[in-house]
């Protein structure tokens, strides 16, 4: 290097000057004599170009590689044919690094050399992620079971009142269903498909934490991770409450490395995304007096052209309501000490009046690495959430059937009743039940762990963990006096409540992780047990002085109190090992072994076990010039899972403390007690078969992956109440090992990402398909309300008559099947059996509830600052059952219906689909049949957002992000009520019965990073 010399006069009174010249330009200085400095001065040397071009693995060109001279802010990028062009130091010391998303990173000496040609290695990280499992983690690249895993990264960009929402539409085969969309809420997830007629729902394990709790209380802004275990090669580490597939979340931890602080915040509005068209005052009047007329009564008004529109009785009870959520995170620690702490609040008013929810969480995560081989560390989730229903259930029915000609307020300021004859009298006010009645719930909830690590050798390792999940309910349902005309209530009430519901959970795990030249083998063996007991407490009392004055002390009549207490208890023995050869050749093998308290002596174990295998046929060296594909697996499964929730006491008898008996000569009357349910000591675990075939694909240098299941899901011993003599005297039947069902199912998702230039995009689709079928079930179909279960039929079938049209003539009455009253205008039965007589037996399944077909897609673009994502998911062939006792009446009383009846017969020729309209319904035109049965399809646009992220170093913070978004933006469907999307309960009946609806919501927030 030449040397530059610097000749300063009076270089004593200089000293500073040159001090900081020669520190701020990198020069050292060589000598200070004769009034002279020697220096070297790299930034005084000149430049010359380098060229070179990049391609990847493939030979491809790639575009938009980012290349920089080491150490400085220097560098430039890689144009469209992979060509590149930069100006370096002329010295020999210069290294320049290529980098791109996809590829592993390489820094290269230049020298003296004045072009470089690079080729970039794709990068195998997508093959080395971690996944979260059962009991551990483990390579992504080694899984040889069917696993969905979605980072908050996948969710980011939506808005998410509940982990349910984070979830819906992003694993295939997954369904999750918000039951309602009343705030606070728990949402339904279904894993492929429903293999039973009782509890269906999802585990979840939530920290490592098995829980029953539900999912409503979590916030989603606290979640790392989730993984969702679908085949019994992943989730058989569970046994026997793994049937219904596991859901595993994971929250934040804190990293190594400067602490950080982060602040995310949204406020927004919400309203209802649909409403019905109900009749109007003169549509309502005129079809009242048409269908007492038809039924030779006089009409009720005389002049329904006087009434004009009137009331929207539903638009009464929607509002227009906010919505906000805010968290803070702090983060950070050391090599050996990490940390995570972060405080969320969320308020939810509900668009239904009177009703809402609010949640407070706190979480907190710690690791410390204490000694060289121990390790501990804790997991705590503490939340409150409470919720508000007011009288929403009566609310909602009574302003669907509430004539439009009712005021919304009566000339004295009480809410709006029915006075005239035409009208609902003796009905409670809508707006008065939604303002006047009391419902809330308060639950308190403590979820956590903390555990403990030695690390014998670097190979085997032993964890202990202690966790809890503690639950505390207060309730509170205070109905007042009121007066509604002909509807009054003049004692009032209070209920309240309180639950105690304590889980506790020891694990002890043993982990081996050995690699030996090509061979890999890990494997792990441990004793788990768990335990609960729940208390319930209930009070009452009426006859308070007053409405305001809700304490049970100050109320004055028929105090009573109640109380129950539940205990269940399971030990499991666990084990498994993994083994690999040559990255290639992937064995897996799970077995538990549960022993559960909710079953007898003689069936109170079950064992579980799965195989899996997996072949990467990318590492065969046949594999090494295809070019296109940069990873292929093959993997298949087989394993058994079981499902234990069947109640508590289902072996053993139960026993009613309060039946009296009547002794002796004298009639004395003496306590007793009397059998309510008969227990049958042998039932045995329902048992879940699985296998699963899948490949993974990896393609075009892992910018689009792709994977693919088949399965067939088989339930057998399938836990059945069947039916009894009523003359036993017992109310409760004994379950019985009975019925077998079969899912199955194909199930896909493929993912592209182009991250190369300023403008990025990807794109994630997923779709998964059920086909269910009971196998058998003893001869002894389930019927449920419209609901039937029976062989050859999908679970809860809806089952009634057929419409075939309508009746446009007395000649075609005589000329169809025999039906009882049936007048032209009255729906025309099918006559299913051919024995010309309309009847029970004549019936049929109407529809399925379970969905054929369920989807989503994700899309994500930025451009510099700014970001757009997209949101859809969807369901495809679901039928749901319209209660036509609820909502959409036959005018056959006072209730109103909506206003696509003002389409129905009124002639011949004038609809073969809407019947006559007739007081009292002489021809039943109201049973449960296919004309209440409709298509619940839907797709819906759950998110669209849009942001923007300032440059970094905006008003001195980290990261600086805007955005506006909108919720439930547009959904297609052919359902006419509230919302196609309506959950089932536990026993998976899907039934609209005025369910609450999902809002549509726009909103605006703010990310910091500090």
């Avoid at 927004?268 to 009749?279: N, S, V, Y």
């Avoid at 609010?358 to 979480?363: G, K, Q």
């Amino acid at each position: 290097m030449k040397q530059h010399v610097l000749r300063v006069w009076k270089l004593s009174a200089l000293p500073a000057c040159i001090l900081f010249f020669g520190t701020g330009n990198g020069l050292s200085v060589y000598a200070a004599s004769n009034h002279s400095v020697r220096i070297n001065s790299s930034t005084l040397q000149a430049d010359r170009p380098v060229t070179g071009k990049i391609t990847g693995d493939n030979g491809e060109a790639l575009p938009g590689v980012n290349i920089q001279i080491k150490g400085t802010t220097r560098g430039t990028s890689s144009d469209a044919n992979g060509a590149f062009r930069l100006s370096i130091p002329d010295e020999t010391g210069t290294v320049l690094v290529f980098s791109f998303i996809g590829y592993v990173s390489q820094e290269i000496p230049i020298g003296n050399q004045s072009t470089v040609d690079v080729t970039l290695r794709t990068d195998s990280k997508s093959l080395n992620e971690v996944v979260v499992v059962g009991y551990g983690t483990q390579r992504k690249a080694d899984l040889t079971g069917a696993v969905s895993a979605i980072s908050a990264g996948d969710f980011d960009n939506t808005i998410n009142t509940n982990v349910g929402q984070a979830l819906q539409g992003r694993a295939a085969g997954v369904q999750v269903t918000q039951n309602t969309g009343k705030p606070g809420d728990n949402a339904i997830i279904r894993v492929r498909g429903v293999g039973t007629t009782g509890n269906s729902n999802a585990l979840y394990v939530i920290d490592g934490v098995i829980t029953d709790g539900g999912i409503a209380n979590i916030n989603p802004d606290d979640i790392e991770s989730m993984t969702v275990l679908k085949d019994a090669a992943s989730s058989a580490i569970y046994g026997a409450r793994a049937a219904n597939g596991v859901v595993l979340i994971t929250t934040k931890r804190g990293k190594a490395g400067v602490g950080r602080v982060s602040f995310s915040m949204y406020y927004g509005t919400q309203k209802a995304w649909r409403l019905p068209k109900m009749a109007n005052a003169r549509e309502f009047a005129t079809l009242q007096n048409e269908a007492r007329r038809n039924a030779g009564l006089a009409p009720y008004w005389n002049n329904p052209d006087s009434l004009g529109v009137g009331n929207d009785k539903i638009g009464e009870i929607f509002q227009t309501a906010p919505i906000q959520n805010y968290h803070l995170s702090v983060s950070g620690g050391s090599e050996k000490s990490q940390y995570s702490v972060s405080l969320g609040y969320f308020n939810q008013v509900g668009i239904g009046i009177g009703v809402g929810y609010d949640r407070y969480s706190l979480n907190v995560t710690s690791d410390h690495q204490v000694l060289k081989k121990l390790r501990f560390g804790n997991s705590l989730s503490l939340t409150r959430g409470n919720q508000t229903s007011g009288q929403w259930n009566e609310t909602f029915v009574n302003a669907i059937r509430f004539s439009p000609t009712i005021p919304k307020y009566m000339p004295d300021g009480n809410y709006g009743y029915a006075t005239l004859p035409g009208e609902q009298i003796g009905y409670l006010s809508s707006l008065g039940s939604a303002y006047l009645f009391q419902n809330d719930l308060a639950r308190y909830r403590l979820l956590g762990n903390v555990y403990g690590e030695y690390q014998f050798t670097p190979e085997l390792k032993f964890r202990a963990t202690i966790g809890t999940d503690i639950i505390f309910e207060n309730g509170t349902n205070f109905v007042p006096t009121y007066a509604f005309g002909g509807r009054t209530n003049t004692v009032n009430s209070l209920d309240r409540s309180n639950v105690i519901n304590l889980t506790w959970l020891n694990e002890n795990l043993l982990s081996y992780d050995k690699k030996i030249g090509k061979h890999g083998i890990s494997a792990l063996a441990g004793i788990t047990q768990q335990s609960n007991r729940f208390e319930n407490f209930t009070a009452h009392r009426e006859s308070f002085p007053n409405n305001d004055i809700r304490v049970l002390d100050a109320g004055a009549l028929n105090d009573r109190a109640r109380g129950s207490a539940s205990e269940w208890s399971i030990r499991s023995f666990l084990s498994r090992v993994n083994y690999n050869y040559d990255e290639k050749y992937l064995l897996s093998a799970n077995l538990r072994v549960d022993g559960s308290s909710r079953f007898g002596a003689g069936n109170r174990y079950g064992v579980f076990p799965s195989f899996a295998a997996g072949w990467r046929i990318s590492g065969e060296p046949f594999m090494e010039n295809v070019r296109l594909i940069n990873d292929l697996k093959l993997r298949a499964s087989w394993g058994q899972l079981g499902n234990q929730e069947i109640g508590l006491y289902s072996f053993t008898t139960g026993l009613n403390l309060g039946q009296n008996y009547v002794l002796g000569s004298g009639q004395t009357v003496a306590p007793g007690v009397a059998p309510t349910a008969l227990g049958n000591p042998d039932i045995r675990w329902e048992t879940t078969t699985m296998q699963d075939i899948g490949i993974d694909l990896a393609l075009l240098n892992n910018r689009v992956s792709v994977t693919a299941d088949y399965f067939i899901k088989d339930t057998r011993d399938m836990l059945v109440q069947v039916p009894i003599p009523g003359t036993t005297g017992v109310t409760t039947a004994p379950y019985q090992n009975v019925g077998a069902v079969r899912n199955s199912g194909f199930e896909l998702a493929v993912t592209y990402r182009q991250n190369a230039g300023p403008f990025r995009w990807d794109v994630s689709a997923n779709m998964g398909t059920i086909k269910n079928r009971v196998i058998s079930l003893a001869g002894l179909p389930i019927i449920s309300g419209v609901f039937k279960t029976a062989e050859g039929q999908p679970i809860n079938s809806i089952f009634g008559y057929v419409q075939e049209g309508i009746f446009q003539n007395q000649a075609e009455i005589d000329g169809h099947a025999r039906q009882q009253n049936a007048q032209p205008g009255d729906i025309k039965w099918k006559d299913i059996n051919g024995d010309g007589i309309i009847n029970d037996l004549d019936r049929d399944y109407i529809g399925n509830t379970i969905p054929r077909l369920s989807y989503g897609l994700t899309a994500n673009a930025s451009y510099k600052g700014f970001d757009l994502s997209i949101f859809v998911q969807g369901i495809q062939g679901r039928e749901l059952y319209l209660d036509g006792t609820g909502g959409r009446r036959l005018m056959d009383n006072f209730d109103n219906t909506t206003a696509d009846y003002l389409s129905r017969w009124t002639g011949p020729g004038t609809s073969n689909r809407v019947p006559r309209l007739v007081w009292g319904d002489p021809s039943n035109n109201r049973r449960t049949s296919s004309f209440w049965v409709y298509d619940a399809s839907y797709m819906r646009i759950r998110n669209l957002q849009l942001g923007y992220t300032l440059p970094k170093g905006t008003l001195g913070l980290g990261r600086l992000r805007v955005y506006a978004s909108c919720q439930n933006l547009l959904t297609l469907t052919p359902y006419p009520w509230f919302d196609p999307e309506v959950g089932a309960g536990i026993d998976n009946n899907f039934t609209d019965l005025m369910t609450y609806p999902q809002p549509r919501t726009i909103l605006g927030g703010i990310n910091i990073d500090f």
